[in-house]
Structure formats: structure tokens, C-alpha cells
């Protein structure tokens, strides 16, 4: 193996960074971890917006018609608004964001041992395209008529036409933010792409790479793969909108059932490609805190790829009564149920890595622990909306909204918590409070449950989605009390969100110095300084040596190997 | 600020050139894209009897025309390649020029095309064929002038002697722009 | 479990039901298992009982031997799953068995219009009925419904039946149910249709032969126009 250092990073570098204003070095950065940080913060404002609407619609629900504090009455134009905002901000502007560009910016050079990404200034104009689309969504609500309210799945013909959605100017103002957003992703997964497959320190083979790293790779290319038609569809529908074209409309020849198909055929995938990351970022927590090899390495590896595959075989069943054939509602059903498969193996296999582990029970590993948790009632759950005969009655109630919440919750926020306390001591040098980010923990996972449990059961009711007032279903009257309780739940889950932006901040200005590696992790990025400096490693980049978690191993006396220790001299 | 580039660009652990992994991955990325757009159309073509009417006025001698100025395009671009490939600059950016010329005859062309078609009452809203017709052919054209654009850049650094590989991944591009036409002009012309 | 908080007033309910009931009991099994496996091996394994771990690279027996047969559990369960639910599938969305009468419903931005066979029995004739927000309905009769939009998508949902059908704007949809049970019961729009969304319920009532009959009888356009001669 091959033991010679890499070159030492340029020092015709650091001779031009004395001299970075303000601007070169914060705003117009082309170094990955600032560029990662952008999409961080960016992704956590737009959090707090996509919660703050939240908020909005769900004290709406709970005390029908009465002013909402800090929004005043919610109208049902209003609600449709903010529930359609609400999920499309938490899916584009917030999971896509952190997950996947501001940790795969982050950790991807770092744990493959090189100094940035191949192309740091594509780099840079994709966070600049996706902050324009961040801004053009949001200016979307100060437009004539305000923001566009046809929920996030923006089916035609009430997206197409100003008559049926009362807000000109603001769908076509949605629908070319969700564009531009797609154009950044693509233009960052080029970096992604790259850089992992062709950046890798000397002796660091496919087999050596962190599995988070695959994982952002994997879903980099399942949002390749599956973003295109729904680029068209998006192109075809602001020519609906705008030039008066009938891709989707059926008075003049079109097909609304067409834009179904070519938002779902992206729609089902790219619930995987916000999975993975997350999945990836728990990988490296838990084997780090039960001081174990990641079980099965390979077999993870195998059924994500399966898992990819198979993604692309399932997007229908979010239209089974929407009129398709119904003789291909039976194809999908099968598909959906099979994919359970590899994603319960995935389960397992993560499950089995705590077994003759030694667990301690720190921030990270409670977040990293409580995602699998919590995905696993949301995959189970998924199995009553796949199965068709089930999804007759359960189709657009409250069980399906309940069903993605256990899905995408673990996903975006569990999943963003556990990255977050995990990689801060890297990312800014200091160490997070241990004992407010368990307070903080336990104050958002248990009204998590009491927010959602809560929602199943009015699903099962018969509660249908994106009504804004149910007083006027007697049959549901009764179950107002219910509503309350899952509001108030969620007026809790926020207030302990304040506690972690406090630890956050105030850690990160004033908490303990953290070493290079706190955690006592074998994976690359926590050999380089804390934070590291551009270029990561001045002294010279690292060599590779064996796998990323050689976690406990019988030859060696610490409990970690990382994989950059040259191996000692063998005696003769 | 980015004069020097990192050491990761210069790294090749999976063997392929990074610039030309990327350049895959755009193209790649395209090709999905129209191929949305083409499978939308298939889909409707197939639903609507009615649009055989429709499709039988477009003009299927100016369609093989502009189909031969791309393919002799293409040519250029690979000959530009080969050129690259044995260190001649100048001469890759001269026959990457008469690539360009090849793409700005085809849109000018289609502009002619577009222009009779409008005139004679088949505007974009006349009827979903023709919706259809115009953003396929449309969102193909830019990806041309765009092309064009790019290798007019790579070009004149060619010409000088530099960033010779980039030759090469703009004629995979220009490859790719081709084929997507291959698939346009019998669904849109020949299909009648 | 549905049938606890939904009244089932269709046929095909109760198979719908049993689908959801049978899901569940799997899907807890299978949870409870994994939950206590998760839960013990958190506690077997946290650091004071376990000070050192052990290096396991994944090819062992035993746990693969666990994860093995926990998976055919998994592909098992989905396998019954299956069968049921396309059964059911297929009972409410491929099959169409002979109607005794038809229904035409039409959604629209932002109501429902219900179009009832008059005293004639059948549909498309002058003396049919048109109702805003009202489908009435004879219990154990079998009815189809066409199904059309004005606008946008629209859906029909009715609960108590567990029937739901998107309504597509330049189609008309045919399905079928058949009411068990009399009673006023909620329809719902299920698929976002604009900001009225939530401002066109809807009741299905579901009468005796008799009752019906005199509805008909009473409401039926000639029948209007001779009392108002």
C-alpha cells in the first residue's frame, strides 16, 4: 500500500487568504465548508418560516376562526397557502438543503481526505441559485393575490389556470422557484459526484468511504434520475399558465392525469434521496458511540442501491383513486409492499450494529437512535397506503399526513439534530451543551409523538387533508378535542426548539474548546484542526489505511483506528 | 479568487476525468429531462388520433435538412477531438467553428421554419401537437444555442493551445444535443 | 377498528376494514418484535454493562441468521397483504356488478350536484332529480355513479361507504356502491380543489324503500311543475 504523504496544499493559497474581505471570504466563498454553512443557516431560516406556518394552520385547526397570535385570522385562502408553503419549504427548502449540500459540502471532502470539491466555483453558483430560489418563493407571498395555494403536489388544472387558483402571479411564481431549486441541486451534485468518486485519498478504496458519503452520492443520483420529467412538467406548466398552452388541460386536448405522473415518477424517489443522507449521518453516529463496526457494510451498500432502483417502480401509488387504470393500481401495490423489503433490511442491519456494542448514550447517538425509532412507525404505517384496497379509505386523510410526518420528521429534523450535535465540535471548535441538547431532546421527540399518534386516529376517522375548518362535517365535530391536543402538543415542540438555538449560538461563541476529535471517531474529517482551515489539512493531505470503522479492533489497544494511522512496523 | 484549484481536481481515484465524469453527469442529467418531455408526448401522441391532422403540416424536407447540418455538426465536433487529441490547437478551434456554424445554420433555419408555421395559423396554443412541437423543438434549440455558446469559449483557449480536453467534453455535449434531435425529428416530422 | 369511529354503511366496508385490521395486527407484531429487540439491545449493550465492545464484521452466524429470517417474516407478511388488498381492490374499483340504479355526481368549485333517477328510473330523462349538497339514496340497492368535474380535480368521498374516486375535470368516472344502513352521513371533497376546498360538504341520505319512494315522488321536476299547475 502506498505510503508516501500527498503534496502539501498550494501556499500560493494562503498567501492570497491574509487579505479575504469580508465578502471573499463570507458571502462569495468558494472553499465547501462556507459554502456549506450557507446552505446550513439558509436551510434553518427556512425552517423557522416553514414552522412559523405551521403554527399558523394548526391553531387554525384547533380554534376555528379566531385570530392566530403573530398571524391574525387565517382565512381559507390563507390556510391552503400555508399548508401548501409549509410542506413544500420543509421538503425543497429545508430537508434537500441541510442534508444533503450543507453536509455533503461539509463532510464529503473532509472524510475522503482532499481540500475542496472538484469544482468549487459551480460549487458557489449552485448555493447562489438556490438562495434566488429561496428568495423568489418567498417573495411569492407579497404578489398580487398572494402565494399559491394548491398544495405541493400543484396538480393542474387548479395550478394552470389564474380562473381556479385566484393567484396569478403566485403559482407561476411557486412552480419557478421549485425549478431553480432543481437547477441548483444539479449543478451541486456534479461536486458530489466528482469529487467521491475521483477525489478519494490514496488508499482509500469504494469500500473505505464512509457511508454517509455513498449515501449522498446515491441520493445525488436518484434526484438526477428522477428530476428531469418533472422539469419538463414544470416548464409545460408554466406555458399553461402563462402562454395559454393545454398540456393539462382537458377543455383543449390536455391531461391533468399527465402532470400526476410526471411529478410522482420524481416525487417517490426523491423521498429516498432525503432519506439516505439521514440514514447515512445515523450510520456514523451509532457506530461511533456503540464503538462498533457498522454491520454489514456491504449489504447496506447493496440495498440502497436496490432501494434506488426500486424507487422508480412505485410512484403510482400516490394516485391509486386519481383515476389511472385500475388494473395498474395492482402493479403498484406490489411494488410498494416489495420495496418494504430492503428498507426493513436496512433496519435490521443498523439494529444489529448496537449489538455487543458498548452505548453511550450522548446527544448525537439519543437523535441518531430516536430516527430509527420513529422511521420505523412511518415505515410500517406506509404499508396500509400501499396496499390499495386499504388506500381507498385512507387516501388524502390525516393517516397519510401522520404516515409522512413519522417519515419525514426522522428525516429532516431528527436527522438534521443528530448531524448538527454531532459535527458542531468540527465545525466551529467548541462543544454543544451535553445537558440542554438532552433537555431540548426529550422536549421535541415526546410532543413529536403527541403531535402525530393523535393524527392517525382522525385519519382513521375519516379526516380528510387540507381543510381548514371542520365544523362543517358533523361527523367530525366530535374529534375537535383532538385538534387541540395535537396543536398544543406542537406549541410545546416549538418552544423547546428555542432551547437548541440558544445552545447552538451560544456554544458556538463561547462553549468548551473541543479537540480535533472529541468523539474518539476513526473517520477522516476528525484528524483535520477544528474547525479546519481552508484547505483542510496545510500539513499535507492524509493516506488511507484501512475502512471507517475499525471501531474495538482485537490487535489494536485504543477502541479506534482512524483511517489515516500508518500501520506499525511488523517486527522481523 | 479561485485562481489555483484545489488538489481534489486533480486527483483521478476512479480512473475516468473528472471534467469528463461531469460532463456525463449534465448530460445524463438532460437526458432525463427530455426524456420527460418526449415520454409526455409519446403518451399524448398515443391518447389523441387527431394529432396525425396536426402533425402532417410540419415540414418534413426542412427537418431532414436541419437533420444533416446537425449530424455533419457532430462530425466536425469529433474531428475537432481527434485534433485536440494530437496537440493541434488551432486546428480543433477551427473545426469547433464550423461546429458552430453548423448549430447557428440549423437555428436560423428553424427560425425561417417557425416563422412559415406561425404565419400560416400553427402558433403555440393552436393545438396541444403544436404545444408541443414548439417547447420540445424549443427547449432543444436553446440547449443548441447554448452549446454553440460554450464552444466558442472552449474554442478560442483552443486555439491558443490551452484546456485542450475540453474539446472533448464539449463534443460528448454536442453529441448528446444531436441525438436528442435523432429522437425529435421522427416523432415531430416522420410520424404521420 | 375503523367501524369504532366511522359507521361502515357499505357492502364492501367491512372488507375494507379487514384489510386496515389485518395490517395492523401484522405491523404491530412485527413492531413490538423489533421495537423489543432495539429496546433490549440498547439496554444489554449501554456502556456499564458493557464496557468493551466486540469488533463484529457483519458475516457472522447468529445475527445475520436473525436478520435473515426476520426479513422472510417481512416478505411473508407482505405476500398476505397483498393478496387481500387487491382482492378488495378489485371487489371496489375493477369490478362492476349490475346496477339497480345510477347516479349522476358532478363536483364543482365550490359544490356537489347529484343528479337522481325520477320516477321513471331512469337517468338522462326530464323528470330526474338534481339536488345541491344532497344524494339520497335507497338502502340495498346497488347504485353507479358517474362521476365528472366542471373544473379542477375534485374527489368523492364518502366515509361511511370507505369509498373515495378522484374527479377529473373532461372525464366521467363510473364506480359502484351499495348502502347497508339508513342514515345522514358526510361527504367530503378529498383532493385540494381551490379555496372553497373545505366548503362543500356534502350528505349522503340513505332512506327505506318508502321513504325514498315518496322523496322521488315528491321531488321529481314534473311532479313539481303538475302541483304548482
Known sequence: MATQPSAPAHDAHDDHHHEQSFAQKYVFSTDHKMIAM?????????????????????????????????????????????????????????????????????????????????????????????????????????????????????????????????????????????????????LGGINFITTA???????????????????????????????????????????????????????????????????????????????????????????????KKLFAYRTILYTVFGTGVLSFTVWAHHQFISGIDPRMANVFTVTTLLISVPIAEMVFVYIATLYKGSITFTTPMLWALAFLGEFIIGGVTGIFLGASGADIYMHDTYFVLAHFHYTFFPIAIIGTFAGVTFWFPKMFGRLMSERLGKIHFWGTIIPFNCIFIPLFVLGMGGQHRRIYDYSNFPELAAMQPVREFATIALLFMLAFQFLFLWNFFRSMFTGPKAGKNPWNSCTLEWTADSPPPHGNWPEGLPTVYRGPYEYSHPDHDEDYWPQDEAPKEQPA | MAATRP?????????????????????????????????????????????????????????????????????????AHQAAERGDGPKAARLLYATVVGAVTFLIVKGFEWTEEITHGFTITSSTFWSFYYTAAGIHAAHVLGGAIIMLIVASAAKKGQELHRVELIGIYWHFVDVVWIFLFPLLYIAK | MIESLVPSASTYAADIDFVFEMIFWMVTFWSVLTFGAFFWLLWRFRKGASPKAEYLS??????????????????????????????????????????????????????????????????????????????????????????ESRDVMHNFSVPVFRLKQDAIPGRVITGWFQPTQTGTYDVQCAEICGIGHGLMPATVVIESPADHAAWVQSHSPLALASVEE
Open chain 3, 58 to 147: 457483519g458475516d457472522e452466524e447468529y445475527p445475520k441468521k436473525i436478520i435473515s429470517w426476520a426479513h422472510m417474516a417481512v416478505l411473508v407478511f407482505d405476500v398476505v397483504i397483498l393478496f387481500f388488498a387487491v382482492r378488495v381492490w378489485y371487489q371496489v374499483k375493477q369490478d362492476l356488478p349490475q346496477p339497480d340504479h345510477i347516479v349522476r355526481i358532478v363536483a364543482q368549485q365550490w359544490a356537489w350536484s347529484f343528479y337522481h333517477e325520477g320516477p321513471d328510473g331512469e337517468l338522462g330523462t326530464p323528470d330526474d332529480i338534481a339536488m345541491n349538497d344532497e344524494l339520497h339514496l335507497e338502502v340495498d340497492q346497488l347504485y353507479h355513479y358517474k362521476l
Open chain 1, 197 to 291: 468518486m475521483n477525489s478519494r485519498a490514496p488508499g482509500m478504496k469504494l469500500y473505505d468511504v464512509p457511508m454517509v458519503v455513498w449515501m449522498i452520492v446515491v441520493a445525488s443520483i436518484l434526484f438526477m434520475a428522477s428530476v428531469g420529467p418533472l422539469i419538463a412538467g414544470a416548464i409545460m406548466l408554466i406555458m399553461d399558465q402563462q402562454l395559454g398552452t393545454a398540456f393539462f388541460d382537458p377543455d383543449r386536448g390536455g391531461d391533468p392525469v399527465l402532470w400526476q405522473h410526471l411529478f410522482w415518477f420524481f416525487g417517490h424517489p426523491e423521498v429516498y434521496v432525503v432519506l439516505l443522507p439521514a440514514m447515512g449521518i445515523v450510520a456514523e453516529i451509532i457506530t461511533v458511540f456503540s464503538r
Open chain 2, 7 to 79: 488538489i481534489a481536481t486533480t486527483r483521478t481515484a476512479a480512473g475516468m476525468a473528472t471534467g469528463k465524469l461531469a460532463v456525463w453527469w449534465i448530460v445524463a442529467s438532460e437526458i432525463v429531462i427530455f426524456g420527460g418531455v418526449l415520454a409526455s408526448y409519446v403518451m399524448h401522441r398515443l391518447a389523441h388520433e387527431a394529432w396525425a391532422e396536426q402533425a402532417a403540416h410540419t415540414n418534413t424536407w426542412i427537418g431532414a435538412f436541419n437533420t444533416m447540418v446537425l449530424l455533419t455538426s457532430s462530425l466536425s465536433a469529433v474531428l
Open chain 1, 38 to 186: 450557507q446552505y446550513m443557516f439558509t436551510g434553518m431560516a427556512m425552517a423557522l418560516i416553514g414552522g412559523f406556518f405551521a403554527y399558523a394552520f394548526r391553531m387554525q385547526l384547533a380554534f376555528p376562526g379566531e385570530a392566530v397570535p403573530g398571524f391574525g385570522v387565517v382565512s381559507p385562502a390563507d390556510y391552503n397557502a400555508l399548508v401548501t408553503n409549509h410542506g413544500a419549504i420543509m421538503i425543497f427548502w429545508v430537508a434537500m438543503p441541510v442534508l444533503i449540500a450543507a453536509f455533503g459540502n461539509y463532510l464529503i471532502p473532509l472524510m475522503i481526505g482532499c481540500d475542496d470539491m472538484v469544482f468549487p466555483r459551480i460549487n458557489r453558483l449552485s448555493y447562489q441559485i438556490f438562495l434566488l430560489s429561496a428568495l423568489i418563493l418567498l417573495a411569492s407571498f407579497f404578489v398580487e393575490g398572494g402565494g399559491f395555494g394548491g398544495a405541493w403536489t400543484i396538480y393542474p388544472p387548479l395550478s394552470s389556470k389564474a380562473q381556479y387558483s385566484l393567484t396569478p402571479l403566485g403559482a407561476t411564481i411557486f412552480v419557478g422557484a421549485v425549478g431553480l431549486e432543481f437547477i441548483a441541486f444539479l
